[in-house]
């Protein structure tokens, strides 16, 4: 997949991020999240097979999971 905008960034450990991007694919944009590594302290980081990615025709149903888990989380609090 190539390379493309990254949306956010969460830093995971010092040595590790869980990367939001959107991408392109054989000409097709897709929402990549995938978790990077650094062994030089954050110069660079590259991506592990640890991921997913979804279609754009997905992503209401992404929005809508995560809209739940918040409900979710609010109500413990």
Do not use: C, H
């Not at 097709?28 to 990077?36: D, E, F, H, Q, T």
Request: net charge negative; no cysteine; charged share 30%.
């Amino acid at each position: 997949m190539a390379e493309g905008k990254i949306l956010a960034t969460i830093d995971r450990t010092d040595t590790e991020q869980l990367q939001i991007s959107v991408s392109e694919y054989k000409g097709k944009s897709y929402l990549n999240m995938r978790i990077y590594y650094t062994t030089d302290a954050g110069q660079t980081w590259l991506p592990t097979k640890k991921g997913v990615t979804f279609a754009p025709d997905q992503l209401d149903l992404l929005t809508d999971a995560i809209e739940e888990a918040r409900k979710e989380f609010m109500a413990e609090e």
